[in-house]
């Protein structure tokens, strides 16, 4: 009887999980592999007080894009402005530097990108924000940022949006051959729009 029983909520929890990702859903053929947060038990209440390594992946059209993280919480602090100044570079999570890898060469901002792994930092304002990827991804938060090994900045306007209590990332695929890189927190997300050819 208690076999069963565990077996039958076993199985609730793998269909619940499958329920709660409907961005797994596959349409070209690629592998997608998204917003893994550890620890990966939503059945887990989140206590961790630190912010926790985190990765979202997802291969369009043959393209893997991967972003590499560590995913502070609210925990009802004043994220914007207080926590995380305006108008300063921010590391766009916690520890060491966000790091974007795209296996093809790709385009942001308007430029020509080539293929490899980046640091993905912000310059957060009250009206726009400004994105900035640079050479050094391997890096602690920004304490050794240097403006001169930036690749490339764009303006993208934050929206605002339901509570997010732990800064998350997601890849949505836009198109054929583009996609927007979404980072969301708190009451705000901000969509970084990338392609290829």
Known sequence: MFKTILLSCCAAMIMLAACENPGSANTSGDTIVQ?????????????????????????????????????????GR??????????????????MATSLEVQKDFKMGGKKIPAGKY????????QEWIVILNK????????????????????VKPQQSAHQ??????????????????MRWEKLRIGIPLSWN
């Open 119 to 126: 640091a993905l930092f912000t310059i957060p304002g009250q």
């Open 35 to 75: 917003n893994t947060i550890k620890p990966t038990n939503k059945t887990i209440k989140d206590t961790a007080r630190k912010s926790i390594p985190a990765t979202a992946s997802r291969r369009v059209n043959g393209n893997l894009l991967t972003v590499n993280y560590h995913s502070p919480a609210v925990r």
């Open 165 to 182: 209590e732990r800064l998350m990332y997601e890849i949505d695929q836009t198109g054929e051959n583009k996609c927007m890189l979404i």
């Open 78 to 95: 004043i994220i914007w402005g207080g926590l995380v100044p305006y108008d300063q570079v921010w590391v766009t999570g916690a520890h």
């Open 136 to 155: 050094n991804w391997e890096q602690h938060l920004a304490d050794e940022y240097d403006a001169a090994q930036d690749v490339v900045r764009m303006n």
